[in-house]
């Protein structure tokens, strides 16, 4: 399948942040990866299953949620305000590229990125079709903005990552949309494990193909 890559600049007065955009040759939807904290579009984890959702037909962008001077601030990094807000100006950013008609849009989240992630889907109103968190921090998110977030949402925690699977339980509790919790087993957090990064990228796959395409 034919894929295009391509640097872009995202345009968010008064600043910009950097991203790439990969596009195989059919589109069924577009997705936005949040990076964790202390991470950035250069993930070789998000870069592999961004690779995977490709073959999919998935076209995906991964961005720097904060400039290089905001990334050296370590409170910065957990502020999920400023990240989720980022997420909603980023997604309007690749609207007004797509043009009147874009294709569905959802969120990769990883660690306080899947926090941000789910802040935001729930202030877009059910514009995100599916969300999918690797070893995230859901519950950051606080369980307000869970209660409203509307968009398909599934939860992926390493087997072996009990304290943040347990914060993961506490989120589901909270989601009231369609909604996932699958265990990697064997898996840490970071999924560096053989073979359960791989995994993470399967049922992602998976979920977005069943989630995106659906008329909004």
Known sequence: MARTESAVTIELDPIRLDG????????VGTVLFAHG?????MSPRNRYVAGVLQEGG?????????TREEDTDYATRFDIDLLSQRLVAATRWLQRQQGRAPPPIGYFGASTGAAAALRAAASLDGDIAAVVSRGGRPDLAGAAALARVRSPTLL???GFDPDVLALNEEALACLHCTKGLTVIPGATHLFEEPGTLEQVADAARQWFLRYLPQER
Not at 20 to 27: I, K, T
Not at 37 to 41: D, N
Not at 59 to 64: C, I, K, Y
């Open 20 to 27: 790439v955009l990969s596009r195989p040759g059919h589109v």
């Open 37 to 41: 904290s202390g991470s950035s579009r």
């Open 58 to 66: 998935i076209a995906t962008l991964l961005f720097d949620l904060l």
């Open 156 to 158: 992926l925690v390493g």
